[in-house]
Antibody, heavy 117, light 106 residues
């Protein structure tokens, strides 16, 4: 059974840092494209970052230079390191698998990041 | 970046009604479009991929069509459990982008 279990969301001060985790079972993270998507309170879905199976990474302009996507083969986990956090980064963050580099087919349960003083 | 415009932003229909949502892309995205369903407090769920292919396990009352810049998503007979927000999403280009969502109510 495929499961993506997220952790790491929290309340953080503006300018602070946070690392989100997405622990995967049922498939190998390194063999798949993986992505992060976020949803601000009461708003729609916004793509954040993508990592290819080969390791190439992509970022939304709004997070480029502040966020870093990575993965750990030993514990089959996807990460999102978030630095220089701003109030407009407040959102539920979801991880997802990208099947065939195209379809977001398995999702985590989401983790809430709140950036506020 | 490719802009995705969904309409309507919300709709109200009765059980058994046929419901149609449209999604327009800012440029030709061929058939590289997905549709997702998101129920309150839950993660989105893939329903339709490649514009018209039904995801395994999704009910057959859901369908999609279109190519290029104009796409439609249809619920053939609305059920109470279909109350949700529906999003289109293109993957022809990075960054992948979502429509603004359509909230479906009964």
């Amino acid at each position: 059974e495929v499961q993506l279990v997220q952790s790491g969301g929290n309340l953080v001060l503006p300018g602070g840092s946070l690392r989100l985790s997405c622990a995967v079972s049922g498939f190998t993270v390194n063999n798949n494209y993986m992505t992060w998507i976020r949803q601000a309170p009461g708003k729609g879905l916004e793509w954040v970052s993508l990592i290819h199976s080969g390791g190439d990474t992509h970022y939304a302009d709004s997070v480029k230079g502040r966020f870093t996507i990575s993965r750990d083969k030993s514990n089959n986990t996807l990460y999102l390191q978030m630095n220089s956090l701003r109030s407009d980064d407040t959102a539920i963050y979801y991880c997802a698998r990208v099947r065939l580099a195209a379809h977001f087919d398995f999702w985590g349960q989401g983790t809430l990041v709140t950036v506020s003083s | 970046d490719i802009q995705m415009t969904q309409s309507p932003s919300s709709l109200s229909a009765s059980v058994g009604d046929r419901v149609t949502i449209t999604c327009q892309a800012g440029q030709d995205i061929r058939k590289f479009l997905n549709w997702y369903q998101q129920k309150p407090g839950k993660a989105p769920k893939l329903l339709i991929y490649d514009a018209s292919k039904l995801e395994a396990g999704a009910p057959s009352r859901f369908s999609g069509s279109g190519s290029g810049t104009y796409f439609t998503f249809t619920i053939s007979s609305l059920q109470p459990e279909d109350i949700a927000t529906y999003y289109c999403q293109q993957y022809d280009n990075v960054p992948p982008s979502f429509g603004g969502g359509t909230k479906v109510e009964i």
